[in-house]
């Protein structure tokens, strides 16, 4: 085996390790087989050849493979695609992100920088990939910054709202979820006032306290009932629509 093949190997066991890191639960041989494009049977192989090197990959016949706790890759093994990855991300929180999260991702683009090869660092720097802004953003009356608190920790929101009739109403909320759209943020949220879950513009939110109550669930399982409900919807829509 030649060297670039021996490096296509190991970028290659590098990226298995990766898929597995970011994985919640078990990852088939399959799944990894069709990101990386290789066979199964190469997958078989690479995960054997990696735990005889010492890496803690469990797998049970049927379900798929985990990564055990206590292993981790050195940091910053970044190539070109992720660089970029990281940068574009950037200029979209740059240009859609509240005011905190912009300077975050301007600081997070320079520690990265100054720990990378000075080789690469151009690849990062000099990403030649934009985001364009189509519309000019709504502008909020609170700082969104206390949103993105209150989901990182998982406490209710009490708000005031005004609605599309120019209608306020005090709620409390639970918050699970803060969307960047081109010209508006969208919180998803448990509404108590109404028993279900609601859409809030941020742009429409004139008042929000963090409140001591913690989320009566965990955020996690929320948001997978929110995301079943908007499945069923939009398939009962399409479904409406086959039978005009």
Known sequence: MDY???????????????ILRRS???VTAAHIAAELEITVRTVYRDVASLIGNGVPII???????????????????????????????ARLVAARGDRALSLAAA?????????????LRPVLLE??????????????????????TALREQRKL???????????????????MLGYLEDRRILVAWCELRSDYRHFRTDRITDASIMADRLPKHRDSLLKLWRELEASHSAELIGDKSRV
């Open 158 to 176: 009490a708000i005031a709202y005004v609605d599309e009739k120019g209608e306020t109403t005090e709620r409390i909320v639970w918050p699970l």
């Open 4 to 18: 670039h093949c021996q490096m296509r190997r190991a970028d290659r066991l590098l990226r298995l390790v990766q």
């Open 107 to 119: 600081d997070a683009v320079t520690k990265i920088a100054a720990v990378l090869p000075k080789s």
């Open 127 to 148: 990403a030649p990939l934009v985001s364009t802004r189509y519309r000019e953003p709504l502008l909020d009356h609170i700082d969104t910054a206390l949103i993105r």
């Open 24 to 26: 919640r639960g078990p």
């Open 59 to 89: 797998g049970e016949a049927g379900v798929g493979y985990v990564l055990g706790e206590g292993f981790d890759l050195p940091p910053l093994m970044f190539n070109a695609d992720e660089l970029e990855a990281l940068m574009l991300g």
